[in-house]
């Protein structure tokens, strides 16, 4: 009879969250499969030690996964772990893998998993999501009604976010705080949000901030920033606004606030008028009008004076 493998989510960090499902599967395996070097450094672990001393009669199985982008590196780490736990479960042991929060929540079990079913059984605990415990900490609904919610890892392009409706939750933002911080200040300027973060939720050490300002340059990797209830200023002049991250050129010209860059006049309606454009244009050798050094129709507080200039040129007598 060959083992299962388990994947468990021990919660967000403080013990008392851990599921009773996932006691009672730790339980019954012979095996614990750590992603980490050793149990001091297991967040997962200390989580479980509190809860069910017991787990120290336990064999363990230390996995090491390094914090690379190098995609050789972590495949071989990938297949390094899945073999150690094939090992255990062709001699009939049942191994429990833990992780932190839930276990099909950017988990890096999901990738040895993908690898270890291909010959063995393997089944899922669920644990409570730290963004759900987050919420929960500080009080907060995450969505209401029909409202969406965006769950948005530190790696993801931070400048396509806001082009998302919904509450948007930045999850393992500790190294990438001082980018995410600088970013929704940013933001500040075109858009009114709630922000709300906490560090290490659950944990002796947690840290709540409710204003971006407070936020600290570098935090731990468990820090989560949820952004709610998000509407762009002066929403009632959407038709004088509109960016569009995704285009390949964007930005197609410099500009000193990104968030203010305005696509709506891709091609500027003032160039037919020549030298009577007001803009800062040159001619080239060739005689060609060449407007690269000029932001007037990429300023979105100039759609008042691309429309009047048009005006007048067009009926000088109004």
Do not use: W
């Amino acid at each position: 009879m060959k083992g299962i493998l388990y994947g468990i989510g021990t919660g967000p960090g403080e013990s008392t969250l851990i599921t009773q499902k996932a006691i009672d599967t730790i339980m019954v395996c012979e095996v614990i499969a750590l992603p980490s070097t050793s149990k001091e450094n297991c967040t997962a672990y200390k989580i479980v030690k509190d809860i069910y001393p017991e787990i120290d009669s336990k064999e363990f199985l230390f996995l090491d996964f390094p914090m690379t982008k190098d995609e050789s590196l972590l495949q071989n780490a990938h297949k390094t772990a899945a073999d150690k736990i094939c090992r255990q479960l062709k001699e009939s042991k049942n191994v429990a893998f833990l992780t932190i929060g839930d276990v099909t929540v950017y988990s890096t079990f999901t990738y040895v998993k993908n690898l270890v079913e291909k010959q063995f059984d393997v089944v899922l605990v669920n644990g409570i999501p730290s963004f759900c415990a987050v919420a929960a900490k500080l009080g907060i609904s995450i969505s209401d009604q029909d409202e969406q919610i965006h769950i948005i890892p530190a790696s993801y392009e931070l400048k396509d976010s806001f082009n998302m409706d919904g509450t948007l939750v930045f999850m393992k933002s500790g190294k990438k705080l001082l980018q995410l911080k600088e970013f929704l200040l940013q933001k500040k300027s075109s858009y009114a949000f709630d922000f709300y973060a906490v560090s290490n939720c659950g944990m002796t050490d947690e840290k709540i901030y409710r204003d971006i300002n407070e936020l600290p340059d570098n935090a731990s990797y468990f820090s989560i920033v949820i952004i709610k209830n998000k509407k762009r200023i002066n929403q009632d002049r959407y038709y004088k606004f509109f960016q569009n991250t995704k285009c390949e050129n964007f930005p197609c010209h410099e500009i000193e606030n990104e968030g203010n860059f305005n696509c709506l006049f891709c091609y500027c309606p003032l160039y037919y008028l020549g030298d009577k454009c007001d803009g800062n244009f040159k001619y080239t050798e060739k005689g060609i009008k060449s407007c690269i050094d000029c932001n007037i129709p990429h300023k979105k507080e100039n759609y008042d004076l691309i429309r009047n200039r048009l005006r007048q040129e067009c009926n000088p007598q109004k």
